[in-house]
């Protein structure tokens, strides 16, 4: 079994067939029929199902085409690097969505500059989300809101400040006895900032508050600027939108700084998540021992 093999492998199964595959690789239909037959062989089972004319993919065949996948990537990563080339291809990213208003336009932006032939694929989500979608290789690597799991490698990149919010004329709010019956706005089951606001709010506290669940800061904002709720959100968040008219409140210290993670699966850091860990974290390396500790341990005042 070599690399070519699992190729010819792949692209059968994703065209679907051996005609599409073998004009897909330039080569002829026999060739193809070969190669599947010969791969086959050498690993003693049965990849494909043949009904006639047609292959259905058989359940070793889709255990093997997980590995071929992450294999062909593999050596593709290895040969860029031994070469020196720069990083090309496609970048699975994922992100926070207030990571993506506030962080990252300056960091994609000065990253398309350097790195022309990489393209980016962005996807948002919650926290748990994306952490679970870097685990289940849907992205290449992700910037999440906390520290993850042992399984994965994670650097520390962007400092947050978090900060209550409520409409102009809500009274003061110093500690979760000031929100009354009041509702709290938040994204869905996942958000760590989400996680936050609970633990401030105290275990009574959270299990009778009322929740307003929305997937857009923007949303989110606006909403408790015309008195549906509070909020906790990343000032980052607030500085893309100076015009809108909300209280910021400042709670205990101990719930108001986040540290954004890049993270990455272990022993899969491909060039191009190679080359983005790099840009990110070149202007934080002063702050690096302080951006290691988690939520629940840094400090910060508010506005």
């Known amino acids: 079994m070599d690399i070519s093999d699992l190729q010819v492998f792949k692209a059968v199964v994703e065209e679907g067939g051996i005609i599409k595959a073998a004009a897909r690789l ?39 085409l997980g590995y071929a996948e992450r294999l062909i990537q593999l050596a593709a990563e290895a040969r860029e690097v031994v070469s020196g080339a720069a990083p090309r291809g496609v970048l699975k990213l994922g992100t926070l969505e207030s990571t993506a208003a506030s962080q990252l336009p300056r960091v994609l932006a000065e990253f398309h500059r350097r790195y022309p032939e990489v393209r980016v694929e962005l996807t948002t989500g919650t926290n748990d989300a994306l952490v679970a979608a870097v685990l289940e290789r849907r992205l ?22 978090l900060v209550v919010i409520s409409s102009p004329d809500h009274p003061p709010i110093t500690g979760s006895r000031d929100i009354g019956d009041t509702s709290v706005i938040a994204f869905p089951e996942g958000c760590a900032y989400r996680r936050v606001m609970q633990r401030w709010l105290g275990r009574r506290h959270s299990a009778a508050m009322r929740i ?32 809108t ?26 060039p191009p998540v190679t080359a983005l860990r790099a840009l990110v974290i070149a202007p934080s390396k002063p702050r690096q021992d302080q951006q290691q500790r988690s939520p629940a341990q840094a400090t910060s005042g508010l506005r």
């Not at 949303?219 to 500085?239: R, W, Y």
């Not at 909300?246 to 699966?265: D, M, N």
Request: hydrophobic residues 40%.
């Open 26 to 64: 330039h080569r002829v239909p026999s060739n193809v029929t070969t190669r599947v037959k010969q791969l086959e062989a050498s690993l003693g089972v049965e990849l494909f199902h043949r009904d006639r004319q047609r292959l259905y993919l058989s359940a070793t065949g889709e255990l093997l």
């Open 140 to 161: 290449d690597a992700a910037f999440a809101a906390e520290p993850p799991p042992r399984s994965l490698e994670f650097t520390p990149v962007f400092a947050e400040r």
């Open 212 to 243: 307003l669940e929305l997937n857009s800061y923007h949303a989110i904002v606006a909403c408790v600027a015309s008195g549906a709720g509070i909020a906790l959100v990343p000032e980052s968040v607030l500085d893309t939108m100076p015009n």
């Open 245 to 270: 008219r909300i209280r910021r409140h400042e709670i205990a210290k101990s719930y108001t700084r986040i540290t954004t993670p890049l993270i990455w699966r272990p022993g899969e850091i491909s």
